[in-house]
Every structure is written in structure tokens, then in C-alpha cells.
């Protein structure tokens, strides 16, 4: 037996059911075996695309989503997807193939020190440079992917270690169960009036969204997410009070609060750094919130968030109603999801101005199986995150609402969906133009730079590469196509022209 075939058998006795890739040098002897061994090869048409599938998959299940790309160039294209996982703290495994360790930098074809190049962005980094420790190098990776804390690793396998010949493999690692690091700043909220939960992706990704979402309420405690994390709200809920650190503001909580639990969320720019001018000055710090202590409902403090909460919403919609006397808006858009959606149904939501207005009017909850780009802020991974969902959900429904201009990124990859029946229906808000940087220009320019696009008819595109293609007229129209093309369970792109404009 030769060490891929090892490498691969231990990849599926693991729970590893298919593998998002793009073909090339250094991959046939482990497609080879992957096909044998009955895991299912996700071709797709950009190395991004393989990697954004699989972190994906890693962000929805909390289990590694596995890519596989060929050397070079094709290594570093999959690095966005890895680099995307890396400011998450997402599983992700990305195996690059590699011509033969034997010439490896005499110049051989992609000669390529890959290793170094991925470090920066993962948790673990090596070169299988032994074919019978292939296993062992696999456990190793997948139980640093798996956490605590998540994140993205990788491994190098070149081809003449492929290939090797073993009779034996070197026992895989013992996984050992990291510690809690004990950082945790204990406090008695009780002796604070306006206490705040900021609950980040470190709280989805321990499984303690609902824990942590009940100690609010019990105790009145306001909890809000930064945006893009992961959503630990799977629940409307009076409790949370929306995003927190969104390009079109929010309601006016941190600056108040005399008491920050920073729970599984990091101290960035969303949070102002914690830095006297985005908070007070006498404000104090928790780090993460087991073991905190209460006794009694902040009732007034609660009341006054709900308040500032309510009015914040409000003055978004009527944004959104006097920019919709142009014509179709976002707005539309989202009151068409919140009669359509329903509790198990997967969003992924890929933009910058339509991801605003998502997360201002989609905004009494924000659950674990919605997806946005995450802390990266990155555009144009969407379609390869639907791909990760359908592959982690078969039998959900699964909604991709996109801008036009990160839509087009990948958007060859649709042909790759509808030809390996992996279908989901699309949304793509088009206003012509990079939004949020668009509208920033004309603030402070008098006009765009650079930041206007073109038209694309969208459903005849979707339609050239395989797809269903539908183009709306009206906002009356949008609820009935999304019924519909979730009803027809195919690979669907709805066109909706929106007018510009940003929360």
C-alpha cells in the first residue's frame, strides 16, 4: 500500500466526505486514491473557490473542510480561502501537491518552498517528507484545525512521497485537549449598571451561543456581535441589540456601558481597539464570560439599549423607504427574505453595502447558520460558500445574497455547481458599482473614482454557464422568483436591479 492510499483510507475514516479541488501537478496520485477510496472530488474553475468551499464547510459544521490544490501559483490562489479561514479561526485542512521531494529546490517544475508561504496564515505548516508519518501528520493537523482555538492548516505532499511504498505507518499523535488558559477575568455584574456582552465568533465556535444568550436575558444584560463574526444568536431574542462596529453605525451602547464582556470576540477596530475615545474611560474589561456572577436583572440599562435599539432601527428604514422612492432597493430584498426564511434555511451573505443593509433589516437575530465573510471582510467568496453549504447540508435550503460586483469574482465556478448537482439559489443586488466605497467617494470627492461598474444581465449569465436565470422589474416581483427557484431545488440566479445607496 503506498502512503497516499494510507493518507487517504485515514482521511474518511475521520468523517472527510469529499475534498473541494482544482486539477494539476502534484495531485493524481492522491485523486487516484480519494477516487478508490469513495471520497467525493469538488472540482471548481479557481483554487479560490476549492478553499472558500471548504472553510465554508469548517464555519457551518465546526468540523475541517478539506481543499486540494496543485503547486505554484495554485497554492497561493488557495491562500485567500486559507487567509479568509485565518481571520475567522476556521478548520480548514489545504493539502498542495508538489513535484518530488527529491529535487525539491533544484528548480524542479512549481519549485516552490510552500511551507513558508502558508505559515503566516495557518496554525500548522510541514512538508510530508515521510511517507510512512503521512498519518500521523494528519491527525496532527486536523486536531489543531478542530481547536480550541480553530483555525486553518496545512500540508505540502509531494509526489514521489505520495507514491512511496509503506508496510507501516508511524501510531498517529495522541490528541491532546488544550487547557482553558485561565485569562478569564471573573466579575460580579451585579456591581455594574451598564453591563455589555459582546459575544464574537469564539463564542459560536466553543457551542455556547445559547448559554451565553439565556445569562442575558436572565439578567438583563444588552449582548450585541461584531459584524461579520460568526452569529451565535439562533433566536430572536429582546437581548440582542444587532452588530456592533458596522460601517453604518449602530445604536449608542459601547460608549455607555461601565462594564465590556468581551466573549469569544477580539478587541479590533469593531470595538473601537477598547480605546478611550470609543469607550469610557473608567469602562471595566472582562475577557470571556464563564464564571461570571449576577444577581439581579440591570432593568433600567436594558430598557434604555432596547430604546436606543429600537430608534437605531428605525431611522434604517426610513433610509431605506426614502432611498426606495428611486425604484427597487435592498430594502425589498429583505422584507422578500424575512416572509421566505425559515429557521434552518442557510444565508450566506457576500458584499459590502447589501451585507449593511442585511444586518440592519434582517436584525432580531443572527444565528450560527448564517454566513457572512468574516472578520476579513472579503468579497467574492460566495459562491464557493454555497458550494460548503450544500455540501454540509444536503437537504437545507440554501440563499446566496450577493453584490454584483463580488458576485462576478468566481462566478464561472456556477457551471461547476450545476454540472456536480449542488444547487442554490442566488440573489444579486446590483447597483452598478462597489457600494460602500462608491458612495464614500461621492462624500468626500463630489464624485466616483474607480468604484463604478458596469451592467451585466446576471440571468443570462447564470443561464450561459447552466443555470437558472431570472431578472426582476419590480419589487413586488423578488418574493415570488426566491419561492420559486427554491422550489425548483436547482442552481439559480435571480438579477435584482437595486438603487444605490448605503444604511
Not at 469538488?42 to 465554508?56: C, I, L
Amino acid at each position: 500500500m503506498t502512503s497516499v492510499e494510507q493518507f487517504v483510507e485515514a482521511l474518511r475514516s475521520r468523517g472527510v466526505h469529499f475534498i473541494a479541488t482544482l486539477c494539476g501537478h502534484g495531485l493524481d496520485p492522491l485523486f487516484e486514491a480519494a477516487k478508490r477510496a469513495g471520497i467525493r472530488l469538488v472540482d471548481t474553475r479557481n483554487e479560490q473557490t476549492a478553499a472558500y468551499a471548504a472553510e465554508a464547510y469548517g464555519r457551518l459544521t465546526r468540523f475541517p473542510g478539506v481543499c486540494a490544490v496543485s503547486s505554484g501559483v495554485a497554492h497561493v490562489n488557495a491562500l485567500t480561502g486559507v487567509a479568509n479561514a485565518w481571520f475567522d479561526q476556521a478548520p480548514i485542512l489545504l493539502i498542495t501537491g508538489a513535484a518530488a521531494l527529491a529535487t525539491s529546490g533544484l528548480g524542479h517544475f512549481q519549485d516552490m518552498d510552500q511551507v513558508t508561504v502558508a505559515r503566516p496564515l495557518t496554525r500548522y505548516a510541514r512538508t510530508i517528507e515521510c511517507p510512512e508519518r503521512a498519518v500521523q501528520m494528519l491527525d496532527e493537523a486536523l486536531a489543531i484545525a478542530g481547536g480550541p482555538p480553530p483555525g486553518p492548516v496545512h500540508l505540502t505532499y509531494p509526489m514521489d512521497v505520495q507514491r512511496a511504498e509503506v508496510a507501516s505507518m508511524v501510531a498517529p499523535t495522541p490528541r491532546v485537549e488544550a487547557q482553558d488558559d485561565g485569562i478569564h477575568d471573573a466579575a460580579d455584574l451585579s456591581r455594574f449598571e451598564r453591563p455589555l456582552i459582546v459575544a464574537g465568533s469564539g463564542v459560536y465556535y466553543a457551542g455556547e451561543g445559547e448559554a451565553l444568550l439565556r445569562f442575558a436575558e436572565r439578567y438583563a444584560i444588552p449582548l450585541v456581535v461584531p459584524i461579520w463574526d460568526r452569529g451565535p444568536v439562533d433566536r430572536a431574542s429582546d437581548a440582542y441589540m444587532g452588530v456592533i462596529g458596522a460601517a453604518s453605525g449602530g445604536p449608542r451602547l459601547l460608549p455607555d456601558a461601565d462594564c465590556i464582556v468581551m466573549a469569544g470576540a477580539a478587541a479590533d477596530y469593531r470595538v473601537g481597539f477598547l480605546q478611550p475615545d470609543s469607550i469610557s474611560k473608567d469602562v471595566r474589561i472582562v475577557r470571556g464570560w464563564r464564571g461570571l456572577e449576577d444577581s439581579q436583572p440591570h432593568t433600567a440599562w436594558f430598557a434604555e439599549a432596547r430604546r436606543r435599539r429600537d430608534e437605531f432601527r428605525s431611522s434604517v428604514a426610513g433610509t431605506a423607504s426614502d432611498q426606495a422612492r428611486a425604484g427597487t432597493h435592498a430594502c425589498h430584498i429583505m422584507e422578500a427574505l424575512r416572509a421566505i426564511l425559515r429557521e434552518d434555511d442557510i444565508l450566506l451573505i457576500d458584499g459590502g453595502s447589501i451585507g449593511q443593509w442585511a444586518h440592519q433589516l434582517l436584525s432580531d437575530r443572527y444565528p450560527g447558520h448564517w454566513l457572512t465573510c468574516g472578520r476579513s471582510g472579503v468579497v467574492g467568496w460566495g459562491i464557493g460558500g454555497a458550494i460548503g453549504a450544500r455540501l454540509a447540508f444536503p437537504d437545507r435550503r440554501i440563499i446566496l445574497l450577493s453584490g454584483d460586483g463580488a458576485f462576478t469574482f468566481n462566478v464561472a465556478d456556477l457551471e461547476c455547481a450545476v454540472r456536480q448537482n449542488l444547487p442554490f439559489v442566488a440573489i444579486v443586488a446590483d447597483d452598478q458599482g462597489w457600494g460602500i466605497t462608491r458612495t464614500g467617494h461621492v462624500r468626500q470627492f463630489g464624485q466616483a473614482i474607480s468604484s463604478s461598474l458596469g451592467p451585466i444581465a446576471f440571468d443570462r449569465l447564470a443561464e450561459s454557464l447552466g443555470a437558472r436565470g431570472e431578472a426582476i422589474t419590480q419589487p413586488g416581483e423578488i418574493r415570488g422568483a426566491i419561492q420559486s427557484a427554491l422550489d425548483r431545488n436547482a442552481v439559480s440566479v435571480i438579477h435584482v436591479p437595486v438603487a444605490g445607496g448605503n444604511p
